[in-house]
C-alpha cells in the first residue's frame, strides 16, 4: 500500500507544536510578531499574503502589513525597511519580491536582520544553510520538505536521497539540509545524462525541476519515497507536479500529491521561523 | 597508462597567463597588491606566508605583510584591518586563521569587502559561491580542483561527480562549483552507506576526506578520474592522500599524486583571486 503523504496532516501537527510553543513565549511576555512588506498590491502577493497570514494568525503569532505605495523611491523605501528591521516588536520579515523595477532590490537584503530574515533572502542567512549552522533561515518550500519526510517517519540519515533540481529556493538549499542531516546526495538537473538511471538508484527522490509530469515510472525503484516539490499546469489546465502520480505511485512506498502535498506546508515552515526568531531574538533559542 | 596529473604543471600554466593578465592590468595604471595580515608569528603561517608570497610575486602582485601584536585589543584589530580594507591600493587581503581566542573573528568576516575576500570567509561571498555567482572567490583548494581538471582537458559537464567530504573548505564549494558546471554530483561522508560502492559509480571521485588511504582500489571504476585532496601522515610519517595510490593508479585514467598534486595549485588559485579582485575593484571586470 503506497502511503500518501498529505500536508495538512503535516500543517496540523506543525500547528499544535506552535500554538503551544507560542503560548510559552506569550507566558514569558514575548508576543511572536510578523511583518510583511508589500510595495504595490500584485493580486498573487496579495493572495499569498492572505493565506499566510491566516496560517501565522492560527497559532497565535501577529501581522502586521507594511503596504508602500508602487511608486516609492529608493531612499523613503529604506527608510520605511529600516524602521520595521529596528522595531524590537518585530521577530520575523516577509518581504514580497521582486520589488519594482525601480528599487534595488539588493541594498534591502543587505539591511534586513539575518536573525529577522524568515524568508531566507539575506547573504549571512544563506550562508549559514551552506555550512550547516541551525540558526539559519532556510527557504520555506525546501524546509518543508525535511518536515513532510519527518512527520511520516522517514529516515534520511546515510539513505540514497537524489534532487532534481538545483535552484536557489528548492534544490541547492534542501541539498544542504539533507547533507546535514547524513544523507548521501545526488544533485541532477537538466544536464544530467541518464536522469531516469540515476534517480532510479535513490532511496528517497525529490522532484524539484519545474517540469509537468517529468518523473513517469522509469525514474522510480519499487518501495522508493517520492516527493513532490513541482507545481505546474498540465495541458488541461489542471494543476499538476513534476511527478506523474499514477504512474509513480504503482511503485512507491510513500508520496506527496500536487496539490496537498509539500505546498500546503511551506506557510507553517513561516510560522516555524518567527517562533524561531523570537527565541532568537530574546536570548531564549 | 594512467595520467598522472601534476599540480606544478596547473601551476605553471596558471602562473603563465597571470603574469599576463598582471602585465595588462599594470599597462592600464592597475598594480595589483594583496595584503597578508597576520595576528602573532605562528611557524605554521610564516611558511604558508612565503609560500604564498612568493607566488604571488611571481606573477608580478605586490604583496605586503600587515603584523599584528598576539596581544592586541579587538578594537585596536579591527582598525588595523580597517585601514588594510580600506586602502583603495589593496585588492585582495588574506586574513591567518584562526585569530586568538580573545578576538571576535566573526567581527572581521562581516568588515572584510567581499571583492578583497580573496580567501573566501564572509558571508557575502560564501552566499555567492553557493549561488552560483561567479564574482565569488571559492575556497582556494576547492577552486584548485576545478584548475586541475580543466588543465588535463577533462570534461565535467554531464558527468557523474563523486565527492568525498563535506567541509566548508573543499566539499561543499566544490559541489557547488560542479554543479554550476553542469555535473551530476553526489556527496559522500562518514556516515554514508556502502562508500566504495557509491564512489564506484563515479565518472570523477574526488576524495576530501581527510582520511589517509582510504579511498581504496574497491572505490574506483577502471577509468575513473580520480583527484585527492587529502593531506595526512601515513604510518611511517610520510605525507600521503586519501587515495591509496597505487591500489587506485593501477584502476585510474588520470589521478593526482600526494604531495605535488591540487596542493601544489592553492596559491596559484590565490593569486588568481588578487588578479579577478583587482579587476573587480577598477571596474574592468
New interface residues.
Given amino acids: 500500500m503506497t502511503v500518501t503523504m498529505k500536508g495538512s496532516e503535516v500543517a496540523a501537527a506543525m500547528k499544535e507544536r506552535l500554538q503551544r510553543e507560542v503560548a510559552e513565549l506569550r507566558a514569558q511576555g514575548v508576543a511572536p510578531k510578523a511583518a510583511i512588506v508589500r510595495v504595490g498590491a500584485r493580486p498573487d502577493d496579495l493572495a499569498y499574503e492572505r493565506g499566510a497570514m491566516k496560517r501565522l494568525e492560527s497559532v497565535g503569532i501577529a501581522c502586521q502589513v507594511f503596504e508602500f505605495p508602487e511608486t516609492i523611491g529608493q531612499k523613503e523605501f529604506e527608510a520605511g525597511f529600516k524602521a520595521v528591521n529596528d522595531d524590537p516588536e518585530i521577530h520575523g520579515i516577509l518581504l514580497f519580491r521582486p520589488l519594482p523595477r525601480h528599487l534595488d532590490e539588493e541594498a534591502v537584503k543587505r539591511m534586513i536582520d539575518p536573525l529577522k530574515d524568515i524568508d531566507s533572502m539575506s ?2 542567512n ?6 550547516g549552522d541551525e540558526t539559519g533561515y532556510a527557504p520555506c518550500t525546501a524546509e518543508a520538505v525535511v518536515h513532510v519526510l519527518d512527520h511520516y517517519g522517514i529516515e534520511v ?4 536521497v537524489t534532487v532534481i533540481g ?1 535552484s ?1 529556493v528548492v534544490g ?1 538549499p534542501l ?2 539540509l539533507l ?1 546535514k542531516r ?1 544523507a ?6 537538466t ?3 541518464d536522469l531516469p538511471a ?1 534517480c532510479r ?1 535513490a532511496e528517497i527522490l525529490v522532484a524539484a525541476a519545474g517540469k509537468a509530469k517529468m518523473v513517469t515510472g522509469d525514474f522510480v525503484s519499487d518501495g522508493a519515497v517520492v516527493i513532490d516539490v513541482g507545481i505546474n499546469v498540465d495541458d488541461d489546465g489542471k494543476l499538476c507536479g513534476d511527478v506523474d502520480y499514477d504512474a509513480v505511485a504503482a511503485k512507491a512506498s510513500h508520496i506527496t500529491p500536487v496539490p496537498g502535498g509539500v505546498g500546503a506546508v511551506t506557510s507553517s515552515v513561516l510560522a516555524d521561523h518567527v517562533v524561531r526568531a523570537a527565541r532568537y531574538l530574546q536570548g531564549n533559542a
Fill in positions: 547573504a549571512p544563506i550562508a549559514k544553510i551552506f555550512s540519515q546515510g539513505r540514497r538545483r536557489m541547492k541539498t544542504m547533507i547524513n548521501t546526495v545526488t544533485v541532477c538537473h544536464r544530467t545524462k540515476t538508484s
